[in-house]
């Protein structure tokens, strides 16, 4: 399986996050690639590849261009400077001047978690090509690719960063391979991936399904609950499926292969892409659901069970000690099963 990771994805480095007024050390740490890229080297089915760099239209197709000049700028901010918005606009009815600053970049921000560096812009540049290059190797024939991005995209919405994340890889991949047919977007971080519902809410072509932490107990809080179902042209292509804090390893596999199965129902996908997220793993710092190795390649297995071109994108996982023996158990449940009913 082609990994495709560029090591400039490691130069942003955030130094701090704030939760609850408190400051602690950032959990989203260069360190969690170093874990995934020394497991999989290790491992002669991956092969690693250099992305080329995402067309700039491919990012558009997701993202506004007054929100990527904001994140662009990052580059002119010295080694130790940050914009790290800490003011928000409260009523839209008022107009926003443009081009955002430093000051003003809370139009742009949800969360007071995701500081932009100065290395931000090539970073998030860098993550969102692996997604991109996955993309199209998945659309060239290949089929399946891993993208080893970071920083984390799932968060991100058309005109928004927070959450650790800047550019909605993912997004980026499933609007790019929607131009070929219905693409269906899973996401299993423990995190709502409410950028990504956002962006496809009304798109009939992006079915997004994600199981996550509930959102009256987690993060973000203001998005994952069952009744986001989709608008518009996109109605009923949303399905959210919000678990309660320690919900048990059988239950969350029959709740996502059921919301699978309805789902299928809905849309018929021609490619996949997955939202993979680490933080479900059993003792991370920020997620629930008690996930081992174990469980990891059992989910692997379920996703490669739909037999279709699949592009999984790297989002959380916080338990860094672990994160590459997880990743790593994932990525071989899936390529088992994909590999014998899917091909080669
Ligand atoms: C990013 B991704 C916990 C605060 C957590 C942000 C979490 C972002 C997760 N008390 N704040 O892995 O979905
Ligand atoms: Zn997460």
Redesign the pocket.
Known sequence: MKVFYDPVQKTHVLTH?I??GKKFRH??RPSRIDQIVRKLRSQPRFTFESPSPAPLEAIRAVHEEGYLALLRSSQDIGKEGVIWPYTFPNDPRLPLRAPATALTAGQYCF?V?TPIMRDTWQAALAAVSDAFSAAQHVRRGGLRAYALARP?G??AANAMFG???YINNAAVAARYLSQYGEVLVVDF???H?NGTQSIFYDDPRVGFLSVHGHPEEE??YFSGWENETGIDDGAGLNLNVPLRRDTSIEAYFSALSGALDAMLGRIQPKHLVLSA?F?IADRDP??HFGFLPEHFARLGDLLASLKLPTVIVQ????LIAELGTNVEAFLLGFLERHEREFGK
Not at 315 to 318: I, L, R, S, V
């Open positions: 996050e939760i609850a959990h989203e969360d978690g984390p799932h968060h959450g650790y994340c971080d423990f995190h991936g993060y973000p997220g933080d920020l997620g989002e959380g996982g916080y």
